[in-house]
């Protein structure tokens, strides 16, 4: 009764599911190229429609002089930014072999890297106001008196090697460069639609986001808007530390002094001549440096008009800390059996099936109910289990085979892979067994699952050669055997017959005309049936096929004896 199973050279069927339900990710890079591409044209066109918009109004938005000014240190900056590009992903490469974890691309990483470099922009935003020597590099954003999309390309000529410099600690945390600076743009993205007076409030979206009227504020040079609204994205980190204030008067824009003149040199170094006027006047000392790092009133520069304003709390970041280490934390331990599907697809594209059983069992320990750690586990143990040929090893791997599919399938009844490895894990629990009645058993049920799996996907070569090796053993039935089957079980069924498994192979080397099996599995029927010259040119086409499978040159070797024997047969028949 041998004869209801699945042979072990059939588990190739498991390298078919290597490209179905793998992890398939969009490369951030592509991503970020994809905005240096596509952005600055959009940016470009956005300034010239609001600049339009603002003439054909009379709205004043915009004035030449500080237009060209804004455009001239955006197009410096641009070529800064391309200098210092490959020094960053050095650096941040070198940051990540250090990382304190690896985490990978997932909604919920997505979410968290969100949440810190938002965080992080707040910070850094927070920074350049409350310190001299910050301040003198991004207050060149503050000098413009309009309020326009130019305006916001008018950033800080060091601002991005600093910027770079205090993402480096999500590097460390464990996500990778190209996610971190793919996040940065975005946010730096939205970031510039807040520069604009053409969009009014926002209604419900002002509590939790940063708005145009919100961002307003942030520029104002009034009094009582000083030092106001640092946030990103959200501006919930405002409200949190106390830096909000709600948009009241139409602002003025600019800095508390006005600048005496707006050329491109000073609107850069306005500042670092400041400090360094006040440093001659300042004695070698702590006072010195009080003057470049303290807040900028500190000295009576151009923020001493400003009032004091309420610092972050440290019980408040601290608290923020936290959450931000928690979160990281729960979402690296929710990502465990990612990283040990991932370690295991690897050691599978290398035929190294034990190292991926070990890591897919450890992904199960980490998550019982991982649909892809369990078709991808059940797999592998078939796989092993065709190549035992100590029945107690056989069977062992076989059961847990058909364990882990049973479980995939109570998740998801209609997955095409867990139930393919179902029916493999039955032909090897065949081969294990030395009872006839559950080799007749499982022989019904293989059927019953191969006819399930065609209605849920007709396109299934795997299905299809399944139900040909199925007709092309039950049809080699003794009559002993079938006599046996009818006492114990009613008989076998009626449409068993080598043509029936002829069709089924047929329409599985149609689906899948490179697989050596597909071959050797119709050249045997074929052999069976006395048509020995057709299988000897199945068999003559199968040898000139590429090795694809593991098992491929076994194949190949099972196909050349096979065809010996068949040229044999003809020999003889013409003698």
Not at 34 to 61: D, F, M, N, Q, W
Request: hydrophobic share 40%.
């Amino acid at each position: 009764m041998g004869c209801f199973t699945v042979h072990a050279e059939d588990t190739f069927i498991s390298g078919l599911l290597l490209t179905k339900g793998s992890f398939i990710r969009q490369e951030n890079i592509i991503i970020m190229e994809t905005i240096k591409v596509i952005v600055p044209p959009v940016l470009i066109g956005c300034i010239i429609l609001e600049a339009y918009l603002s003439a054909r109004e009379h709205r004043g938005l915009y004035e030449r002089k500080d237009t060209i000014t804004s455009l001239s240190v955006a197009a410096i900056n641009v070529v800064l930014n391309v200098l210092i590009k490959g020094s960053v992903y050095l650096v941040y490469s070198t940051i990540q072999e250090y990382s304190l974890f690896k985490i990978e691309e997932g909604l919920i990483s997505w979410i968290v890297l969100f949440l810190l470099t938002d965080f992080q922009s707040y910070l850094f935003h927070y920074l350049g106001h409350k310190s001299r020597f910050f301040w003198a590099m991004h207050s060149i954003h503050h000098t413009s008196h309009k309020y326009n999309f130019a305006t916001a390309i008018r950033t800080p000529l060091t601002n991005s090697g600093f910027r770079f410099a205090t993402l480096a600690p999500l590097i460390l945390l464990g996500f990778s460069p190209t996610m971190v600076l793919t996040m940065d743009a975005l946010i730096l993205i939205y970031a510039f639609f807040q520069h604009t007076e053409l969009i009014k409030k926002l209604g419900w979206v002002e509590y939790v986001f940063n708005t145009p009227s919100h961002h307003r504020v942030h520029h104002a040079s009034d009094e009582k808007y000083l030092d106001k609204n640092f946030g990103g994205v959200l501006i919930i980190w405002d409200k949190l530390f106390g830096t909000f204030k709600e948009e009241e008067e139409h602002p003025v824009y600019g800095l508390a002094k006005p600048l005496p003149t707006n050329t491109l040199f000073y609107v850069i170094f306005h500042e670092w001549i400041e400090i360094i006027k006040d440093l001659r006047k300042t004695p070698v000392g702590l006072n010195a440096v009080k003057l470049l790092f303290a807040a900028p009133g500190w000295s009576g520069s151009v923020c001493s008009a400003q009032p004091e304003q309420p610092k972050i709390g440290l019980a408040k970041f601290v608290y923020v800390v936290i959450a931000v280490l928690i979160l990281v934390s729960l979402n690296s331990h929710a990502q465990v059996e990612r990283q040990f599907l991932l370690l295991g697809i690897d050691a599978e594209k290398k035929h190294d099936e034990r190292s991926a059983l070990i890591y897919y069992k450890k992904a199960i320990q980490h998550d019982n109910d991982c649909t892809e750690a369990l078709i991808r586990c059940s797999r592998v143990l078939c796989t092993l289990a065709g190549r035992e040929y100590d029945k107690l090893r056989k069977f062992q791997k076989a059961d847990s085979a058909h364990m882990y599919a049973m479980h995939a399938i109570d998740l998801d009844p209609n997955h095409i892979e867990a139930r393919l490895n179902y029916i493999i894990s039955l032909g090897m629990l065949s081969q294990a067994s030395n009872n006839p009645s559950e080799k007749f058993r499982n022989a019904m049920r293989i059927r019953e699952e191969a006819e399930v799996l065609i209605t849920l996907d007709s396109l299934s070569g795997p299905t299809y050669y399944i139900l040909g090796k199925w007709h092309y053993e039950v049809s080699r039935l003794t009559w002993i055997e079938k006599l046996a089957c009818k006492a114990l079980f009613g008989g076998i069924p009626k449409d068993v017959s080598l043509d029936q498994s002829l069709r089924y192979y047929d329409k599985a080397i149609r689906l899948k005309p490179d697989y050596i099996l597909f071959h050797y599995g119709k050249a045997n029927a074929l052999y069976e049936g006395s048509q020995y010259n057709a299988a000897i040119e199945v068999l003559q086409h199968a040898l000139k096929l590429p090795c694809i499978e593991p098992d491929d040159k076994i194949r190949k070797s099972q196909c050349q004896q096979l065809l010996d024997e068949a040229k044999k047969n003809v020999r003889s028949k013409n003698i």
